[in-house]
């Protein structure tokens, strides 16, 4: 995503809260998050979106973001939950070519 080209603008922070990351509805845990959610304004209307990070923000701490001028609502800080599960899936396909590698490799030395 090229953000070279979109405009700058300042948001704030409206909420900042901690929850658990797992991996699995099963109960693989990862640590914990921060979800803070912020808005901006662009030409007068109000957005709002959220990202994750490793540590909280203050509410109603200010700092810069760029916006997509065409597409107000894609930010530069927008969620990356979604982006979550591709490293999970590619890791998860990762172990099982490992897994096959290996089984392949021990039955054609048998």
Known sequence: ???????????????????????????????REYSIRFRYEVNGRPYSS??????????GQRFCIRYDPTEPECNTMCNRRENRWLYIAVAVLAALAFLIYGWLAFNHHR
């Open 50 to 59: 959220e990202f994750e990070c490793s540590q909280p923000w203050e509410v």
């Open 1 to 31: 995503m090229k953000t070279d080209d979109w405009k700058q603008t300042e948001a704030t922070v409206e909420s900042s809260f901690q929850h658990h990351c797992d991996i699995a509805a099963g109960g693989g845990y990862v640590g």
